[in-house]
């Protein structure tokens, strides 16, 4: 599997390292192409532009990817509904990760507490980037935990002193807990369009939301189409 990040640079779709901290120089479309042709059998791809800021997938290089490569394109990032899903496979992709959507479900091991208030107060300006440092980029929710860690990063501090504070088992704590500030959070800025915790199982009201937003978006491309089709004649 193929990881990617991408990012535009001065119109170009570049590849980025590090945590997306790195331009390789290096154009996206070839590059992922080349990389297909040598083995790679399924491309996981994260725009560095559009990752976690509620504005949806770059639809753009979505496309340009599933266009130049035969094996299947997984969308990354910022799937909180079915529209957006829709739209990643509207363009050619196989499917989507989804993260956050799903840490605010009635399924995850959390304390609920701790989970409304995320659906509650959380927007996607209450989260911030740890770890970038070690190439471990990770979106986490901006509580003292986490602000605490960055100044660590900046400072200079080794891993050895910082991964204590980011570490899962004191994530896990929090969970039990519910205590939010016991924990880096890992979360992301589709937290902008979640506002409760709902089921995420099939035949739940929340699962359903999902696949009737999903349905009512390729719904809404059918009649655009239709009514293209009709103008034309």
């Known amino acids: 599997v193929l990881s990617a990040d991408v990012e535009r640079v001065d119109g170009v779709f570049h590849v980025f390292a590090k945590g997306g901290r790195e331009d390789t120089g290096m154009e996206a479309i070839a590059w992922i192409k080349k990389c297909v042709g040598l083995g790679a059998g399924e491309v996981v791809l994260n725009s560095i532009d559009t990752d976690g800021v509620k504005r949806g997938f770059d639809l753009e290089m979505l496309r340009a990817v599933c266009d130049a490569v ?106 039990e807990t519910g205590n939010l500030e016991d924990g880096v959070l890992t979360i992301g800025q589709v937290t902008g369009i979640l506002h409760r915790v709902q089921s995420g199982l099939p035949n739940s009201a929340g699962y359903t939301g999902i696949v009737i937003a999903f349905l009512a978006a390729l719904n809404h491309l059918v009649v655009m189409i239709v009514g293209l089709l009709l103008g034309a004649l």
């Open 70 to 175: 035969s094996v299947p394109v997984i969308a990354c990032g910022g799937v909180g509904d079915g529209r957006a899903l829709a739209a990643a496979l509207m363009l050619g992709c196989e499917g989507a990760t989804v993260g956050t959507r799903f840490f605010l479900s009635d399924e995850a091991p959390a304390l609920r507490a701790g989970k409304e208030t995320v659906a509650l107060y959380a927007d996607e300006m209450s989260t911030t980037l740890v770890l970038r440092r070690f190439t471990n980029t990770t979106r986490v929710l901006n509580n003292g935990l986490a602000v605490r860690v960055k100044q660590l990063e900046e400072s200079g501090a080794p891993f050895e002193e910082i991964a204590p504070l980011a570490s899962g088992r004191r994530l896990k704590a929090a969970f």
